[in-house]
């Protein structure tokens, strides 16, 4: 018995979606690369700071947080100038988490979990307003990885989806950095908010490990 032959088109496609997957990904490892290897990019109050360091505070799960470094940059930049900026790099890696996360969930082992009761109904209330809600999600401080796995999972085209990034993050962060200007925050302080920050998001995680042992126990 013979397999099925794949369509030349679907091949196309296939190979398109590939592409699409591995380029930001290789993007993205360059610029790590970058980061690590020149300890100048790490000191330096350059705005290339402020883009790079976009990509692991808006990467798939937030890896470290976005508004400290905004409330830094703006004690030397004009609060649009360092929006403008993180704006620009949050688009970008935006870009790299859209097609990541397509393909990821296109994998065989989520697909049926993806099918699922749950997420078809929070699928289908994305899709009564998708750029309200993306608009909503990326203005307010509120976790915005659920909507960025909910706008793939509900195909939402990807410029539809950069823009309501663009539109939402871009004033979020400008009234971050006003603030930053006008308060006038100390490195300490800044590092302090980070610290909160950083706990704040490991505390969900903590305490379900601290319910199992428990409950092991």
């Known amino acids: 018995m013979t397999g099925e032959v794949e369509p030349p088109a679907e091949r ?6 590939i592409l699409l997957s591995v380029a930001p990904i290789a993007f993205l490892a360059g610029l790590i690369a ?8 790490r000191e330096s109050k350059s705005l290339w700071v402020v883009f790079l360091y976009c990509f692991p505070s808006e990467f798939v799960i ?3 947080p976005h508004e400290p470094a905004l409330l830094y940059f703006s004690k030397f930049y004009a609060p649009m100038t360092v929006a403008g900026v993180s704006a620009a790099g949050t688009v970008l890696v935006e870009w790299v988490n ?6 990821v969930t296109d994998l065989a082992v989520l ?6 009761r749950t997420v078809t109904k929070l699928v289908g209330w994305f899709h009564r307003a998708p750029f309200a809600a993306l608009l909503a999600a990326g203005f307010m401080p ?5 909507f960025r796995f909910l706008a793939v999972v509900a195909k939402y085209p990807c410029w539809r989806y950069l823009l309501a990034i663009f539109l939402s993050r871009t004033p979020r962060f400008w009234i971050i950095c006003v603030a930053g200007a006008a308060l006038g925050f100390s490195d300490w302080m800044i590092v302090a908010f980070v610290l909160v920050l950083a706990a704040a998001g ?6 379900a490990v601290w319910k199992r ?5």
């Open 142 to 146: 509120v976790p915005f990885y659920p």
């Open 111 to 116: 697909r049926r979990a993806l099918q699922g």
């Open 202 to 207: 490991l505390f969900p995680a903590a305490q």
């Open 62 to 64: 937030a890896i470290v």
């Open 213 to 217: 042992r428990r409950a092991r126990a």
């Open 34 to 41: 970058a980061w690590i290897a020149l300890p100048g990019v």
């Open 12 to 17: 196309a496609r296939h190979r398109i979606r």
């Open 98 to 103: 859209y097609y990541l996360v397509a393909y």
